[in-house]
């Protein structure tokens, strides 16, 4: 059974920064981030392909945002700099498809299959 913990949300000035963090358990592939700002629909931020080693941002988060998976300790992370107040939403983890299948579309909520409760980031002007 798959579990998903995030943790590392808060509130921060724009400008600041934040890291998230995501303990899994019973799944070490292919992980991403999305968030769901309130009244909007979720959107992918970014995601990772463990045996391929590749990364994938929305382009809203380009250059400002990096994600990082330690699959030795089951951990997923996303680093974030510059942080604007439209960067204010619930952000999950999320993990989906096998060693060499990577979910597609990686920004379509649909294509992933596991989920975390989620953690809320707040970006204040």
């Known amino acids: 059974q798959v579990h998903l913990v995030e943790s590392g949300g808060g509130s921060v000035q724009a400008g600041g920064s934040l890291r998230l963090s995501c303990a899994a358990s019973g799944y070490t592939y292919n992980m991403a981030w999305f968030r769901h700002p309130t009244g909007k629909e979720r959107e992918g931020v970014a995601a990772i392909y463990t045996a391929g080693g590749s990364t994938y941002y929305a382009d809203s988060v380009k250059g400002r945002f990096t994600i990082s998976q330690d699959v030795a300790k089951k951990t997923l992370s996303l680093q974030m700099h510059s942080l604007k107040p439209e960067d204010t939403a619930v952000y999950y983890c999320?993990?989906?498809?096998?060693?060499?299948?990577?979910?597609?579309?990686?920004?379509?909520?649909?294509?992933?299959?596991?989920w975390g409760q989620g953690t809320q980031v707040t970006v204040s002007s």
């Open positions: 999320v993990a989906g498809g096998g060693v060499w299948k990577f979910p597609v579309p990686w920004a379509s909520p649909d294509s992933w299959s596991y």
